[in-house]
């Protein structure tokens, strides 16, 4: 083992020390050129955006005051409010953008031109909305005593990413203070800095004016790389302690405008971009992987393959039913989850055949004294067939009925030369007889009605006396409590590939957290021959988890049983 270990540790730490020599070696260098010649083309592309802006709002500013069918509507202010003064405008703005590259990419957002009592036009791209015009409104009334910048500038309270161009509108002729044209610009799309921060994650980015007032600002670190910028040092500590928070720093002011770009590039995403691109740290980490393989399968041999040989023997016997097969004590760690694992599985599969071998017992015990319950039945049935004739030849047809009522309930309840699952139209014809005759005992204080959904739901099969069981259980524990009794409802649909049945009384109800299923057990030949929890015990036996029986009841309103059972047309 120890031999082992130490050839492992050679076959993985050599390379290993061999590529961080490489590494430290020839990386820096190419970090340091390739960055800052990205950061470099970046910040030249964004000073050429931002002046391209300002030469556009400038432009636009000046050709508006000289314009004269525009200066006409400033003072006419039925034609100012008019579509004419939107027109003169979107004919200004559209001039001066047709030659400009700028407004293509959206910097711009609108365009605001405002008398002095407050009136105004617009032109907006995107269009111009309700809570943009009383954003501008706000904009114009802070503004209304600035006088014109040659610059951007921001306002408090204002959409974050925006900074506006600000020109007094006056007449060129008189010089007259007519109004102010006030433009905004999405600061975010001007910089387009997505390809940047993209290409190294965390970087931050600022736009300030020539006061040093932020304009736009994008970083958790920028405020305070901000304050270090006087040194104009090239790199720059974050809030992060050593190397993970150093910054390299570019700055660079826009031609002939008082704003300045300031870009700062976090080490480690620069390191993490080449890192990713050598050829040299791929290769390595590649021999490193193969290395690794071929001592773990070294490994493998020498010392796992005597457990593991013993846990395939231990699978074997599982598979040809040996489940007292257990896997034993490795003494390694590395197989202890694996083997305490199988022993679990084991444990299960061997409970699991255990309660299936005594559910077939208790299946068999239910046929045999089911069998008994039916030693010489044709005497039942000869004397009630008597007693029907004899009926029939006095004119009492009620009995007559009730005595054929009885012979069919109890011939369904022996179930003489039948098999263990019926029609759910048989079992229904049940519950017809035992509800017929209750009707005869209590008269009208009995109602009772037998639905289902579709008439191809009666030939699927149903285990023999479920759901008359669960009618009696109705009336006798439901209904006979109260003096007046009630009515049951009995109806079946189909419901995802199964059949639902529900009963409902509206007698006494219970409270289901006190129901005792042991003595409902005890008592269930006071009622009816198979009890309530005989009826779920051999659903369960039958299907499984795919039968099911709620139970839900209120003292006072009443109990409402749904049985679910899979489609079911295998006899039995």
């Not at 034609?79 to 047709?98: E, I």
């Amino acid at each position: 083992m120890v031999r082992m270990f130490l050839l492992v540790c050679v076959t993985i730490l050599g390379p290993s020390l061999l590529m961080l020599l490489v590494f430290y070696r020839t990386i820096p260098a190419r970090m340091e050129s390739q960055a800052k010649g990205n950061v470099n083309f970046y910040i030249s592309q964004v000073t050429a955006s931002v002046a391209n802006t300002m030469e556009l709002a400038q432009d636009i500013a000046y050709n508006a005051m000289i314009d004269d069918s525009l200066c006409a509507s400033m003072q006419d202010l039925d034609m100012y409010l008019a579509l004419q003064g939107r027109d003169d405008l979107l004919r200004v703005v559209g001039g001066v953008a047709a030659y400009q590259s700028t407004w293509k990419r959206g910097a711009v957002n609108s365009v605001y031109l405002f008398r002095r009592d407050g009136a105004f036009t617009f032109y907006s791209p995107r269009g111009s909305y309700e809570q943009e015009q009383r954003r501008m409104q706000s904009i114009y009334e802070a503004a209304n005593e600035q006088s014109s910048a040659e610059t951007l500038f921001s306002i408090e309270n204002t959409p974050e990413n925006t900074a506006y161009f600000l020109l007094d509108y006056k007449n060129i002729d008189t010089l007259e203070p007519l109004g102010k044209l006030i433009m905004e610009i999405d600061v975010d799309t001007l910089l387009n800095a997505g390809d940047l921060t993209e290409l190294y994650p965390n970087t931050c980015l600022a736009l300030s004016d020539g006061e040093g007032k932020l304009l736009y600002g994008e970083g958790e670190d920028l405020q305070e790389l901000l304050e270090q910028t006087e040194d104009n040092s090239s790199y720059l500590q974050g809030t992060a302690p050593g190397w993970q928070g150093r910054f390299y720093h570019v700055s660079q002011r826009v031609d002939d405008e008082e704003l300045r770009v300031d870009i700062f590039i976090p080490l480690p995403s620069m390191y993490d971009l080449v890192w990713e691109g050598s050829w040299i740290f791929s290769a390595l980490c590649i021999a490193i992987v193969l290395l690794t393989v071929l001592a773990a399968a070294v490994a493998y041999h020498r010392v796992l393959g005597d457990p593991l040989q013993k846990m395939e023997g231990m699978l074997h016997r599982m598979a040809e039913s040996d489940y007292a097969a257990r896997m034993p004590d490795s003494g390694y760690r590395e197989l202890a989850d694996l083997e305490t694992t199988f022993n679990q599985m084991a444990d299960n599969l061997e409970a699991s055949w255990k309660d299936a071998y005594q559910k077939g017992i208790r299946l068999q015990e239910s046929e045999s004294r089911l069998l008994a319950a039916q030693i010489n039945p044709h005497f039942i049935f000869n004397v009630l067939e008597t007693i029907n004739m004899r009926c029939v030849d006095a004119g009492l047809k009620n009995i007559s009925r009730m005595v054929t009522d009885l012979a069919c309930l109890l011939r369904g309840n022996i179930g003489v030369g039948s098999s263990q699952k019926i029609t759910f139209e048989q079992e229904l014809g049940y519950v017809h007889y035992y509800l017929d005759l209750q009707r005869e005992r209590f008269g009208e204080k009995l109602s009772y009605s037998v639905e289902y959904e579709d008439e191809d739901l009666l030939r699927y099969l149903v285990p023999r006396l479920t759901i008359q069981p669960l009618v009696e259980n109705a009336i006798v524990h439901g209904l006979e409590p109260r003096r007046g009794l009630g009515s049951v409802a009995v109806r079946l649909w189909e419901e995802t590939q199964n059949i639902c049945v529900r009963i409902e009384d509206d007698g006494v109800g219970f409270d289901p957290e006190n129901l005792d299923l042991a003595r409902e057990v005890e008592s269930a030949g006071q009622h009816n021959h198979i009890a309530l929890t005989n009826v779920l015990r051999r659903l369960h036996l039958l299907y499984g988890d795919r039968a099911d029986l709620q139970i839900r009841s209120k003292p006072g309103q009443g109990t409402t049983v749904l049985l679910t059972l899979p489609l079911d047309q295998t006899k039995g």
